[in-house]
């Protein structure tokens, strides 16, 4: 018995250790990228107007980054995230153009804004249960399911809008993405509370013990007696609904709602996601992590803003710094097996 407990401590005491090294590569990776930036450009990089800039800015990547997160940790993946934001933002936005009436006010108006909300969420809740049984009940593998259905989503998004935005929404319904509470950000207030409902989620509920055991040997979960079907819906209906509350937040801000908005940023939450050290086979992950790579990458892609870096140039750094995040992890875990 006490060998057993003794392995168990080494067990927490290693685990504990590789996350503690990779929260410090992230920590001084964040720090190398602002202090570089500040750096380079401190009278425009260094302002007040400019962090505030970047609170309104970051949160929808990082909320698409937990989505990413939460089917990675499963050992799958969705690349139907940016679709389904799309779809859910334009059928709220179809409810704030057609459906409200001209003179709604006070109630009436609190009334159908709730309602575009509902739409939003139940839009994207539905587009992950689909990609869930997809995977979960017809057995097909997770990125061709979600590779599937993105493009099954951007058609049906494509077919209700005919192409153009759908733009001019009440004032009271933009200020989810542009106003303020408490001199914060609203966006970067909804991020912070998600992150922490979500860091409980993961961390003090079955489901989220469950998903790790999940990603980490689905085999031995199933003897375990995870129901392995019903944890695949829940992960991809829990990434649907975080992707219908990213879209609101991307229609809040800019007024608009298209099919293809936001194409870059799947790459970008995923780069998030594997930097934050989210383990790219399933079965590690932590939210804090990605919340520092989040900000590490928003504080680069704030500094190429002001250098003037076309989209190209951003791409390719975008794609390189994925792969070598990658070969650096495959490294250090290589390096950690032989020990």
């Known amino acids: 018995m006490n060998h057993l407990s003794g392995q168990k401590a080494f067990f927490n005491t290693r685990q504990f250790a590789n996350v503690d090294t990779n929260l410090l590569r992230l920590f001084l990776i964040a720090f190398l990228v602002f202090f570089v930036m500040s750096l380079l450009n401190p009278g425009k990089f ?24 939460i089917s990675l940790i499963s050992g799958g993946i969705d690349l139907s995230i940016i679709s389904s934001a799309n779809l859910a933002g334009i059928l709220a936005a ?79 319904f933009l200020a ?33 013990i469950n998903l790790f055991m999940l990603g980490t040997n689905e085999i031995a979960a199933r003897f375990s ?17 975080l992707s219908g509350v990213t879209g609101l937040i991307m229609i809040a801000r800019t007024n608009s709602a298209k099919a293809d908005y936001g194409s870059s940023y799947l790459l970008q939450a995923v780069l ?14 932590t939210v804090f992590g990605v919340v520092i790579a989040v900000l590490a990458l928003q504080f680069l892609s704030s500094g190429f803003n002001m250098l003037r870096f076309n989209n190209f140039a951003r791409e390719f750094t975008w794609g390189g710094l994925l792969l070598a995040v990658m070969v650096l992890h495959f490294l250090s875990n290589r390096r950690k097996s032989n020990v």
């Open 225 to 241: 007696g995870i129901r392995i079907r019903a944890m695949l819906l829940k992960t991809y209906f829990l990434s649907g609904i």
């Open 46 to 69: 260094l302002t007040g107007r400019n962090f505030t800039s970047m609170a309104f800015q970051f949160p929808e990547l990082g909320l698409f980054a937990f989505a990413i997160m």
């Open 94 to 172: 179809l409810v704030l153009t057609r459906v409200i009436p001209e003179n709604a006010g006070g109630i009436q108006l609190f009334f159908w804004l709730l309602l575009a909300i509902s739409a939003a969420l139940a839009t994207g809740a539905a587009c992950g249960l689909i990609n869930g049984f997809l995977i979960a009940r017809v057995r097909i593998t997770p990125i061709l399911a979600t590779l599937g259905s993105m493009q099954l989503y951007m058609g049906i998004a494509y077919i209700i809008t005919e192409g153009p935005a759908v733009y001019g929404y009440p004032e009271l």
């Open 272 to 285: 998030v996601a594997i930097l934050g050290g989210v383990h790219p086979n399933g079965g590690f992950g």
């Open 176 to 208: 989810i993405g542009n106003s303020r509470l408490w001199q914060f950000p609203v966006p970067f207030l909804i991020f912070v509370a998600v992150a922490v409902i979500l860091s409980l989620v993961l961390n003090k509920t079955r489901f989220g």
